[in-house]
């Protein structure tokens, strides 16, 4: 029949429109944004970061690995580390910058994430008077408390802090061990018994002195005796004188 697909539309139409004043679920619409849906959890528009206690900066739970932003498709994702007065890196940003412009809601950021610092909003609501600088989400901005993240996705933030909390068990437990470790590797060099310490006798040290040589006994000279003298000079005086000779 010609115009049976009208027809058919209209008593739809027809139908939802009186079922919609005495049933309020039959209304396709809503009157935003004085009155807002209830967005699935799985819904995801931008990145935000998560943070724990009452201090935004502070407790970021990011510590600048630079991940995400080796790993972000388009390149919207722009970090600077923290670093101290002696000009080593800290585990902190000092620049945590998203182009919002340019992000495409992939969510890598979120999977790539080893200290799920990183989580994606429900928040669609996104407007600038300029699309460059406008767009740009800095890291205030971007901290939103991990309260906040438990209100959007309360079953996914369960399992987070569930196992946050484990690893943090863990860690403490392996760090109680490795000191009392310690404690203990301290304790029984102490009670070990220490070397006394000996001195050395002095021919080990130093080679003795060789024994002087026996003195020789002084032997005099023998003294002339008066007879020798005498019998010596006998003869010398007994010899004959020579001759005198005359020319």
Same mark, same amino acid.
């Given at each position: 029949m010609l115009g049976s697909g009208i027809i058919k539309g209209l008593a739809v139409t027809a139908k939802n429109f009186v079922g919609s004043?005495?049933?309020?679920?039959r209304l396709p619409t809503v009157e935003y944004p004085e009155k807002r849906l209830t967005?699935?959890?799985?819904?995801?528009?931008? =990145?935000?970061?998560?943070?724990? #206690?009452?201090?935004?900066?502070? #407790?970021? !739970?990011?510590?600048?690995? &630079?991940?995400?932003?080796?790993?972000?498709?388009?390149?919207?994702?722009?970090?600077?580390?923290?670093?101290?007065?002696? #000009?080593?890196?800290?585990? &902190?940003p000092k620049v945590f910058d998203i182009d919002l412009s340019v992000?495409? #809601?992939?969510?890598i950021c979120v999977e790539v994430c080893p200290f799920d610092s990183i989580k994606m909003d429900q928040v669609f609501e996104v407007a600038a008077t300029n699309r460059f600088e406008g767009l740009i989400a800095h890291r205030e901005m971007l901290a939103k408390s991990n309260t906040y993240y438990h209100q959007i !996705?309360?079953?996914?933030?369960?399992e987070v802090d569930t196992r946050l909390a484990e690893e943090k068990r863990?860690?403490?437990?392996?760090? &109680?061990?490795a000191a009392a470790a310690k404690a203990a590797a301290a304790a029984k060099a102490a009670?070990?018994?220490?070397?006394?310490?000996?001195?050395? +006798?002095?021919?080990?040290?130093?080679?003795?002195?060789? =024994?002087?040589?026996?003195?020789?006994?002084?032997?005099?000279? +023998?003294?002339?005796? +008066?007879?020798?003298?005498?019998?010596?000079?006998? +003869?010398m005086a007994a010899a004959p004188k020579p001759p005198a000779t005359t020319p």
């Amino acid at each position: 029949m010609l115009g049976s697909g009208i027809i058919k539309g209209l008593a739809v139409t027809a139908k939802n429109f009186v079922g919609s004043f005495h049933d309020p679920e039959r209304l396709p619409t809503v009157e935003y944004p004085e009155k807002r849906l209830t967005l699935p959890e799985a819904y995801r528009s931008f =990145p935000f970061l998560v943070f724990d #206690g009452e201090n935004a900066i502070d #407790g970021l !739970r990011c510590v600048a690995c &630079k991940m995400c932003e080796n790993e972000c498709p388009p390149q919207c994702i722009y970090i600077i580390p923290e670093r101290d007065e002696k #000009g080593r890196p800290v585990k &902190k940003p000092k620049v945590f910058d998203i182009d919002l412009s340019v992000c495409m #809601g992939c969510q890598i950021c979120v999977e790539v994430c080893p200290f799920d610092s990183i989580k994606m909003d429900q928040v669609f609501e996104v407007a600038a008077t300029n699309r460059f600088e406008g767009l740009i989400a800095h890291r205030e901005m971007l901290a939103k408390s991990n309260t906040y993240y438990h209100q959007i !996705r309360p079953t996914e933030a369960a399992e987070v802090d569930t196992r946050l909390a484990e690893e943090k068990r863990l860690a403490e437990e392996k760090a &109680k061990a490795a000191a009392a470790a310690k404690a203990a590797a301290a304790a029984k060099a102490a009670a070990a018994p220490k070397p006394v310490a000996t001195t050395a +006798p002095a021919s080990a040290t130093a080679p003795a002195a060789a =024994p002087a040589s026996p003195a020789k006994p002084a032997v005099a000279a +023998p003294s002339p005796s +008066p007879s020798s003298s005498s019998s010596a000079a006998a +003869p010398m005086a007994a010899a004959p004188k020579p001759p005198a000779t005359t020319p």
